[in-house]
């Protein structure tokens, strides 16, 4: 019984996944937009960390950075999840190439700036989800236990997006 408790939470948690991913995409190369259509299009590279020209505004922009870092955590968590295995060097390097992924996307798209600020930021929340996995199995002081809660919690997390999108969507 305790081998099919653990088979289905891994189900729960590879779709809980395969849906954060189709909404990191949608966030980021489609901007929340249903046609392509609709989106701006816009070419370029940003190369320099933490640079912001005129159209975004010449100061430090924490809310865009926050944003970034927070878009990640779950990426970070579902790793550790998912990817009991590989070490510490694997996960980042799969957090480096997912953002680095979406960002060259964006420019051969023409769907928004590649900027190595993002690359950095994204990086940085995917680092803090697998902090944040780490801390809730200390706390929970059993990995079953701390994956539980947190599949609990993502279930929530899930439904509430995903709700408050599509309200959003209905509503435009």
Not at 81 to 98: A, H, Q, R, S, Y
């Amino acid at each position: 019984m305790e081998e099919r408790k653990k088979v289905g939470l891994n189900c729960l948690v590879q779709f809980l996944f395969a849906v954060y991913l189709i909404l990191l995409v949608w966030i980021i190369l489609f901007k929340l937009q249903l046609s392509i259509h609709e989106l701006d299009r816009i070419r370029g590279i940003n190369l320099i960390p933490f640079y912001y020209d005129n159209e975004i505004g010449t100061g430090f922009q924490l809310k865009e950075v926050l944003e970034n870092v927070a878009i990640f955590i779950p990426y970070g968590i579902y790793l550790c999840m998912l990817k009991k295995e590989p070490g510490l060097w694997v996960k980042f390097f799969l957090i480096l190439m997912t953002s680095f992924i979406l960002e060259v996307l964006q420019y051969i798209l023409a769907v928004g700036g590649t900027d190595i600020t993002d690359i950095i930021t994204n990086t940085c929340g995917g680092m803090a989800g697998i902090g944040i996995y780490w801390s809730a199995v200390r706390i929970f002081r059993s990995r079953n236990r701390a994956e539980t809660v947190i599949v609990v919690f993502a279930v929530v997390v899930t439904i509430l997006v995903t709700g408050g999108l599509s309200v959003l969507l209905m509503a435009n």
